[in-house]
Structures are given as structure tokens and as C-alpha cells.
């Protein structure tokens, strides 16, 4: 097994990029980057802690969750969670974050690289009310990069393919599975029930 330790070694293996791989990265939003960020129901959030370890989370409402501030600014609401606060935590330490969001049915993504701060003003929280409720706190995303992703990954994975949808789920409930993970004697919540609780905590 060869282990590739330097550029030049990776790129006896990859060709360099050219045309339009290079051309499409823009540094600041424009019309169709604000459309796809105003019709995504669903982001990935990337940030890197203290220890180097990356970490990478998943973001997601009803579409236009993510607001457009500018050409050069994002802003998104970081709802009711677990309380570990992995992003937050190495935001704090470590600002670069990166982002793919993700249109149903679409299989280009919307990827963008910046740097981010956590905000708690009170008119930008209450951008962000639903149902009376408002976020803990806001993810301010200020832009570097910004370039739509090809669809040859969702194009592999047929993610959005009727028939990659399974009718029986493949794997236990998430309680199963981390009861059996953490090995612990917590009773067992069903399927249902943690569905149930879900709902009463999304906002």
C-alpha cells in the first residue's frame, strides 16, 4: 500500500484542475447561490476543535432557514440540540467552517467556505422566531469561497432515487443502537415514543 505523504506525490495520481473546476469558485453570493441557499431544507456544517479532529453536523428546517445577509454573509439558527455544542465549541477556537447544502431532487450541491462567530443580538434572533420560539443563538457565516459541487456524488449514491429508498428500515432505531453502543442499562425508548418527544422539542 502506497502512502501519499506530499503534493507532488498526489498529483502523479490526480490531473490538475482546469476550466471550469476553477472558473465556478466565486467569492460572494449571487443570484443563483442565494436561490439554492433560499430552497435548501438541509445543510452540512464542517468545523475543525483544538485536538485537529474535524467534525461535521447536520442542519436542517424548512426551506429559507438559512438567511442571506449580504453578498458576503449567511446566517443560521442553531435550534434545541443535545448540548454537547461540538460546533460551537470549536467555532470558538477555530472560526473556519465549511458548508454543502442540498436541494431534494437536485443533484448539484451549493458548497461554501468562511469563517464564523456565534451571535446572540436580539434582532437577528428574532429573525429566525418560529412558532413563537426563538433560537439559542446564531451561526454568522462571513464568505470566502463559494462554488457549486458537481453531481457526480449524488449521481453514484442515487440519492435521491426512488429505488434507494428502502420500504423496512435496514438498521435498529437509534436508541437500539446506541444502547448497544454505550452499553449502559437505560431503559429503551421505542421508535414512537422518541419520534414523539422529538416533535415537542424541534424549536
Not at 131 to 139: H, Q, R, T, Y
Not at 159 to 164: C, I
Request: charged share 25%; proline share 6%.
Amino acid at each position: 500500500m502506497a502512502h501519499i505523504t506530499d503534493m507532488d506525490a498526489l498529483r502523479q495520481v490526480y490531473k490538475q484542475p482546469k476550466g471550469r473546476s476553477l472558473s465556478k469558485q466565486i467569492t460572494k453570493l449571487e443570484r443563483h447561490s442565494k436561490r439554492y441557499i433560499g430552497l435548501s431544507p438541509f445543510l452540512v456544517l464542517s468545523t475543525t476543535g483544538t485536538d485537529g479532529l474535524g467534525d461535521a453536523t447536520p442542519r436542517g428546517e424548512e426551506p429559507g432557514f438559512v438567511h442571506v445577509l449580504d453578498d458576503n454573509t449567511i446566517a443560521i439558527p442553531d435550534r434545541p440540540g443535545n448540548n454537547r455544542l461540538d460546533s460551537m465549541t470549536n467555532i470558538l477556537s477555530n472560526p473556519g467552517v465549511g458548508l454543502i447544502f442540498l436541494l431534494p431532487g437536485v443533484n448539484e450541491t451549493l458548497r461554501i467556505n468562511g469563517t464564523a462567530e456565534i451571535r446572540t443580538d436580539e434582532d437577528l434572533l428574532a429573525r429566525f422566531e418560529v412558532n413563537g420560539k426563538l433560537p439559542a443563538s446564531v451561526i454568522v457565516v462571513r464568505i470566502n469561497e463559494v462554488y457549486l459541487h458537481c453531481a457526480k456524488a449524488l449521481m453514484r449514491s442515487k440519492l435521491w432515487s426512488a429505488d434507494a429508498q428502502s420500504d423496512v428500515r435496514p438498521i435498529p432505531t437509534i436508541a437500539e443502537m446506541i444502547k448497544d453502543q454505550a452499553g449502559d442499562d437505560e431503559p429503551l425508548e421505542s421508535d414512537a415514543d422518541m419520534q414523539a418527544r422529538y416533535a415537542k422539542i424541534l424549536y
